[in-house]
């Protein structure tokens, strides 16, 4: 077996156990898996899991749907989470017999629409960030990691 068909193997892996009742020791494992699996996954990889060709992928990530992000050995890849929160809602949409096709549209145009839905005042809301020439940047920084925050 090699490399990408372990990862891809562990990504579904993992994918199961998020669905798993919560429990302590499935936890553990998870998290062991996440862990050898990595923080980020290639393209390729990603888009053969989503059961996707890697050009509708690509659009999905111009499109800024999808995050992509620089791995610790420079390239650009997606975040594990990403893959594994967009295949939750791709199952729960293909569980309710809703899509046989283009599976990924709805799920990606519901994130859309909820980053459509925060405003700039609920982001900066209680904002105490300085302005020690790197406000705007500690702004920005601070706003995202609140919307994140919010999905969490």
Known sequence: MNSTDRKLRRLGQVARL???PRDPDIASVRA???AEL???VSQRLAARFLGVSHTALQ???KAGDLPRVYSSSGR???PVAAVLDLNERVERERSRGHRRRRHLEPA???GRDRAGRLTAAELRAGDDVGEGGHGRADRRALAYHRAVAKRL
Do not use: H, N, S
Request: glycine share 6%; hydrophobic share 40%; aromatic share 6%.
């Open 76 to 78: 650009q890849e997606v």
């Open 38 to 40: 990595g923080e980020t």
């Open 108 to 110: 990606l145009v519901e």
């Open 18 to 20: 998020r669905r798993a």
């Open 32 to 34: 062991e898996l996440e």
């Open 59 to 61: 659009r999905w990530i």
